[in-house]
């Protein structure tokens, strides 16, 4: 389907920015970025599966609604803050492993939710 790969087509756009921020030290914008990698690649699968957007931007309901195993789950769930922490001025000091953290997890759903649109 030709707008779940517009999706992830995002998603791998927002990873690879959200590693140029970590390696430049703009551990916010990465953080921030990592969450929305991970969420374009979870809603690339839901519109593979269900042929339509889900407009919700918690990374757990959605990844639960795709099928996501509890390992992938996890990183949801450490993910999902950084939407808020980076958008609300939330008085948060990003460290370079927090930040590299949220790449990592980023990086396992983006990589899981590929395989996904294999399927």
């Known amino acids: 389907m030709i ?10 756009k927002d990873l690879s920015d959200a590693k140029f921020n970590l390696e430049n030290n703009r551990l916010e914008t990465s953080a921030f970025l990592s969450h929305q990698a991970a969420e374009k690649a979870l ?16 990374l757990v309901d959605l990844g639960r609604k795709v099928g996501a195993n509890n390992n992938l789950l996890k990183c949801c769930d450490a993910l999902n803050p950084h939407y808020i922490e980076t958008r609300y001025m939330v008085d948060v000091e990003y ?8 790449f990592k997890n980023s990086e396992k759903i983006v990589k899981w939710a590929k395989k996904s649109l294999k399927k």
Do not use: C, G, Q, T
């Open 3 to 12: 707008e779940a790969k517009k999706w992830m087509e995002k998603s791998e």
């Open 95 to 102: 460290s370079k492993k927090m930040a590299r953290d949220a």
């Open 43 to 58: 809603k690339s699968v839901h519109i593979h599966l269900f042929n339509h957007l889900i407009k919700i931007h918690d």
